[in-house]
């Protein structure tokens, strides 16, 4: 390392004194920064590399053992930091200062017209447009101040979304920090995070090789790769990112295109596609061009975008709740391309539905190759008279796996589709349901992926949050024959998990408090970890409040489940099925006797049934007790409590400050306005 730092230039001083010499080191480290900075730029943004990747692997070394060795210079920003951590961290919420609003969206030339129409009109004049193209990604917002990125979030509800700065960091296109010095102190830029298509495919080659679930299309596999724990594994997705609009108090020019053409002099991907005109006309052929041409990018787009170019216009033009008056979106249609259906094959769910999937003849479709589609069910194939080896139309559209849109020719060879009577995995005899489009097979607590889906959804985040197990963990305790159901986790020791090997002691020990810890998961959650079909969060919910404890649950006659508010026919059936099946009797009884709350905690029981049948609303604010705590009573004496006034209210609970439309409303209707202490009388 020492002899490294001699063969710099400015060794002379290394001799002098200390802070001389740190001062030069400091020096050394920024140039090198800036060296690499100007080359990320030029290979990542201009696509035009300078130099070799090996100088260039040479140049981040040296700065690598630099800052190693001189932490007191470290600075996230710097081009080192683009191979992220492997730091597992929850993401922030962070509220974005100005919303991001989407686009409105038309699907023909005419809409396009009529928006221009009706912008001429709010103007009085024809005024000039950008014409873009609609990157098809994951939105970004990035924050820069003094010209260092400073945060960067995700697109979210709009209103606010996830802090993703230290993965966004390892996207070599997005500078960490800006060149040049016309940018404002502080501002915001907004972009498209995309994978490109080369990539993308490389991603779902490995993925389907370690059999994992490959990503459905580019952008959701930028999406999910945004949100991955580490940045590390970030770095190597290979993701990208245009930016497209600057939102900022001053901006260095009036409009967007102007404005546009400066964010990429400071080190933004700007992309170069991308015209400024005011005639109709030539909006038209830059999608036709566009919509011919877009086959042949490396990434996806799904439209292209029209925007006011003057910011006084903008402005003028304002916004509606959701979107800018000033901009419009123009969606292509989906692609299609013709080829040959080979074979189909069936996959089983976790919850055992059995989905048909086309085995295609490869072809190139909207910048991927298509090999396989969803055909949904046995109905599917039937209305389009599928045959094997037919010519089938296929088409992929926005975020849906491709899909058969219909038969183009039936060769000579074709032959009829055998749909299977028997689980391709487990062999059991497959049932389809009266009502019901998908078969399914029933063997669910000993059908392989059956098996896999239910664990894995009975520890996940929203059921019962053992995350010190992870799904690749799930594998292989069930390869290892370590368990064979949800229940036979609570069985598990510390020293069988370690016997396996790729576990330490501290591992294997949190996963066991995982699991302990997991015994404290409220009770609508476990009926919800359980995995009964069509019985998600809040069907768990409304079943656990209607049915004290999971006996209860599991011994109610139809007519007693479908009383239930919200709970009809189809989860009915599900319930008693499901309950009817010893194997999983006996899981849910193991569950009771390893102590997990099957019942309702003390204070959910019921006190009384003195509002039984009562429907309350509650307004306004209270004295004795918060409005929370008259819910829960309300509904611990058997009441149902209501958002608004009705015919068909009983009482209204008043308080102070309560909204006089309320007041008027229950006046008219009759309904029994009682305050805070009648209450509590009523439940004396
Ligand atoms: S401008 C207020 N320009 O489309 C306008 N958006 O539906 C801000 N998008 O969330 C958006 N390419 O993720 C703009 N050239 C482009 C775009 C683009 C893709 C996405 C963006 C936005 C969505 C709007």
Redesign the pocket.
């Known amino acids: 390392m020492f002899v490294e730092i001699c063969d710099f230039p400015e060794t002379p001083y290394l001799y002098q004194s200390k802070s001389f010499i740190m001062n030069d080191i400091q020096k050394r480290i920024e140039t090198l920064r800036a060296e690499l900075r100007a080359h990320n730029y030029k290979y990542y943004v201009l696509a035009q590399p300078e130099i070799t990747d090996f100088e260039y692997d040479m140049l981040m070394k040296s700065l690598q053992e630099l800052e190693e060795n001189y932490p007191q210079y470290d600075d996230p920003n710097s081009p080192t930091k683009r191979v992220g951590s492997d730091l597992s961290l929850e993401f922030k919420q962070v509220k974005h200062r100005f919303p991001?609003?989407?686009?409105a969206?038309t699907y023909s030339r005419e809409e396009l017209e009529a928006f221009a129409a009706r912008v001429k009109k709010g103007l009085g004049v024809q005024p000039e447009y950008v014409v873009?193209?609609?990157?098809?990604?994951?939105?970004i917002s990035l924050t820069y101040e003094n010209g260092q990125l400073l945060r960067a979030v995700t697109?979210g509800d709009g209103t606010q979304g996830d802090d993703v700065t230290n993965n966004i960091r390892t996207i070599r296109s997005i500078p960490l920090q800006l060149s040049g010095n016309s940018y404002p102190d502080f501002f915001e830029i907004?972009g498209?995070v995309f994978m490109p298509h080369a990539v993308f495919e490389r991603l779902n080659k490995t993925r389907t090789e370690k059999n994992e679930q490959p990503f459905a299309n580019p952008r959701n596999a930028a999406a999910g790769t945004l949100k991955m724990q580490k940045s590390s594994e970030v770095a190597k997705r290979g993701l990208d990112c245009?930016l497209?609009?600057v939102v900022a108090d001053d901006a260095p020019a009036d409009t967007h295109y102007e404005t546009l053409l400066q964010a990429r002099k400071w080190g933004f991907k700007v992309p170069e596609y991308m015209i400024k005109t005011d005639k109709l006309d030539d909006i038209h052929r830059f999608i036709s061009d566009w919509d011919l041409k877009r086959k042949y990018l490396p990434f996806d787009i799904d439209g292209i975008?029209v925007?006011v170019n003057s910011y006084d216009n903008q402005e003028a033009l304002g916004m509606t709740a959701k979107?800018?008056r000033w901009?419009i979106?123009y969606k292509f249609k989906a692609e299609q391309m013709q080829t040959y259906l080979n074979s189909v094959e069936y996959q089983v769910g976790r919850t055992g539905a059995i989905t048909p999937v086309a085995n295609l003849e490869p072809v190139f479709l909207a910048g991927t190759t298509v090999k396989r589609a969803s055909l949904h069910n046995e109905d599917q194939i039937k209305l389009l008279d599928l045959r094997i080896g037919d010519l089938v139309f296929v088409e992929k559209g926005g975020e849906i796996i491709p899909k058969i849109v219909g038969v183009a020719e039936h060769t000579e060879n074709s032959q009829p589709i055998q749909f299977i009577t028997h689980c391709p995995e487990c062999g059991t005899e497959l049932v389809r349901k009266a009502g019901e489009a998908k078969h399914f097979c029933p063997n669910e607590n000993a059908c392989p992926p059956q098996i896999r889906g239910k664990i894995k959804h009975f520890i996940s985040r929203k059921a019962m949050n053992i995350d010190s197990i992870g799904e690749e963990t799930v594998d292989l305790f069930l390869r290892e024959g370590l368990i064979k159901n949800m229940a036979d986790l609570y069985d598990l020791k510390a020293e069988q998990i370690i016997a396996l090997d790729r576990f330490r002691q501290k591992s294997a020990e949190n996963i066991i408090i995982g699991v302990e810890a997991s015994k404290s998961v409220p009770y609508p959650r476990v009926i919800y970890a359980l995995g009964i079909r069509y019985v998600g969060e809040t069907n768990a919910k409304t079943l656990a409040s209607a049915f004290n404890d999971v006996y209860k649950l599991a011994a109610a006659k139809y007519d007693e489940l479908i009383a239930v508010d919200e709970i009809g026919e189809t989860i009915a059936n599900s319930v008693i099925d499901y309950f009817n099946l010893p194997s999983n009797q006996e899981i849910v009884e193991r569950l009771m006797q390893y102590g997990l709350q099957l019942k309702k905690s003390a204070d959910e029981m019921p006190k009384s049934n003195k509002l039984e049948g009562k429907k309350l609303v509650i307004s306004g604010t209270f004295e004795k007790h918060s409005r929370d705590e008259y819910k829960k009573m309300i509904e611990q004496h058997g009441g149902k409590n209501v958002s608004s006034v009705s015919a068909k209210t009983d009482y209204l609970l008043a308080g102070d400050n309560m909204g006089p439309s309320k007041l008027e409303k229950a006046e008219s209707l009759n309904v029994k306005i009682i305050s805070e202490s009648e209450f509590l009388d009523m439940l004396e």
């Open positions: 991001m609003l989407s686009l969206n873009e193209l609609k990157y098809d990604g994951a939105s697109r907004r498209e245009f497209y609009f975008v925007k979107s800018p901009a979106s």
